[in-house]
T-cell receptor, first 114, second 112 residues
Framework: DGGITQSPKYLFRKEGQNVTLSCEQN?????MYWYRQDPGQGLRLIYY???????QKGDIAEGYSVSREKKESFPLTVTSAQKNPTAFYLC?????????????FGPGTRLTVL | KNQVEQSPQSLIILEGKNCTLQ??????????LRWYKQDTGRGPVSLTI?????NTKSNGRYTATLDADTKQSSLHITASQLSDSASYIC???????????FGGGTRVLVKP
């Protein structure tokens, strides 16, 4: 099946710990994105990558880090510097071809800080 | 500042009834507007995309409208089904850099 996978589906973290969320896509998309979703709020962009080995900060990058060593993978690390990390995290990817290219979303990871 | 406002925040409708969701935006320069459906605990899935020159588009029982002059869009659900229970998110893309601005969503609950 083609698509975007995220793991784990649920993640629990103790305060002070770093955790890494996985995002993999087999759609051959160049661009990948990480969003955070909080209840009643719109999705907010954390980081994005237009091409392998390059990524840019989004609107709320503080306390997060990413890497893009492979086209298919864009893991997100939530560091202990993120003061309020409990949220639903969504990964997306998009083709860089011409046109109004849709962002396809993964199923999400719900992170809870204990 | 680019913003997307959706209303209502939530609504409850009886199965078989129609409903309309609203989206107002201030994104400029405008490129396109999408409506996404997001089931609880899942990622959003695109329902429709509308560009500047389009004022209505349908996808099954979902019909989206766009008024680019007043910067308003609506999503109409016809003959609602229990599976329509979800959050509906309005997303506007700016022409520069393909940056997306997301609305807060409308949570729809369809009751039998």
């Amino acid at each position: 099946d083609g698509g975007i996978t995220q793991s784990p589906k649920y993640l629990f973290r103790k305060e002070g710990q770093n955790v890494t969320l996985s995002c993999e896509q087999n759609l051959n998309h160049d661009a990948m994105y990480w969003y955070r979703q909080d209840p009643g709020q719109g999705l907010r962009l954390i980081y994005y990558s237009q091409i392998v080995n390059d990524f840019q900060k989004g609107d709320i990058a503080e306390g997060y880090s990413v890497s893009r060593e492979k086209k298919e993978s864009f893991p997100l690390t939530v560091t202990s510097a993120q003061k309020n990390p409990t949220a639903f995290y969504l990964c997306a990817s998009r083709s860089s071809g011409r046109g109004y290219n849709e962002q396809f979303f993964g199923p999400g990871t719900r992170l809870t800080v204990l | 500042k680019n913003q997307v406002e959706q209303s209502p925040q939530s609504l409850i409708i009886l199965e078989g009834k129609n409903c309309t969701l609203q989206c107002n935006y201030t994104v400029s320069p405008f490129s396109n507007l999408r409506w996404y459906k997001q089931d609880t605990g899942r990622g959003p899935v695109s329902l429709t995309i509308m560009t500047f020159s389009e004022n209505t588009k349908s996808n099954g029982r979902y019909t989206a409208t766009l008024d680019a002059d007043t910067k308003q869009s609506s999503l109409h659900i016809t003959a609602s089904q229990l599976s329509d229970s979800a959050s509906y998110i309005c997303v506007v893309s700016a022409a520069a850099g393909n940056k997306l601005t997301f609305g807060g969503g409308t949570r729809v609950l369809v009751k039998p």
